[in-house]
């Protein structure tokens, strides 16, 4: 009797139908790197440096299947402030996606993202605004935010950095 249960209980684990992916199947992790950069001298004593940074991301599995067609969707966040500006810098969004046709366990695919222009712009010494605005203006980055999804559009994985004037937002498609 106690054979023909264990038995009965193998043919029923081998029979159960495959589980679909858990939320925390998939890990991504970005890294910024930088594409170009070039610095002017501009008019009314002023000096400029204007950089193209991207980030690669690496997408790993830790399921102990196959993924097919897994969607990575990415907001990226940039503050973009104006020499000689007292108001707030204006927040942007960079946005897009990246389909992986095959991800297995242990192989991790990377991508890079599409590229963003930071701009630095300051006064020369000793030079002032009359408005009282800072002499220095610089554009940041102020959040990451990835998604990953599978063939049904079931989310499978995530990776969020939102700091400062970000931490409110929400995720739209």
């Not at 193998?10 to 890294?31: E, K, N, Y």
Request: glycine share 6%.
């Amino acid at each position: 009797m106690k054979t023909c249960f264990l038995f009965l209980a193998a043919i029923g684990l081998v029979l159960l139908p495959a589980t679909s992916p858990a939320f925390d199947d998939v890990q991504i992790m970005p890294s910024r790197i930088k594409l170009d950069s070039s610095k002017a001298r501009g008019k009314h004593n002023t000096n400029s440096e204007s950089k193209d940074i991207a980030y690669t991301v690496q997408v790993n599995s830790s399921s102990f299947k196959e993924l097919t067609n897994v969607t990575v969707k990415y907001k990226i966040f940039y503050q973009v402030a104006e020499l000689g500006s007292k108001s707030d810098p204006e927040i942007k969004l960079s946005a897009g996606s990246h389909t992986i046709p095959s991800l297995l366990t242990n192989k991790p695919v990377v991508f890079e993202t599409d590229a963003i222009k930071l701009e630095k712009a300051a006064l020369d010494p000793g030079w002032h605004f009359v408005n009282g605005a800072s002499p220095t203006a610089q554009d940041k980055v102020v959040g990451l935010w990835f998604k990953a999804f599978d063939s049904t559009g079931k989310q499978i994985g995530e990776y969020c950095n939102l700091n400062g004037a970000t931490k409110s937002k929400k995720w739209e498609d």
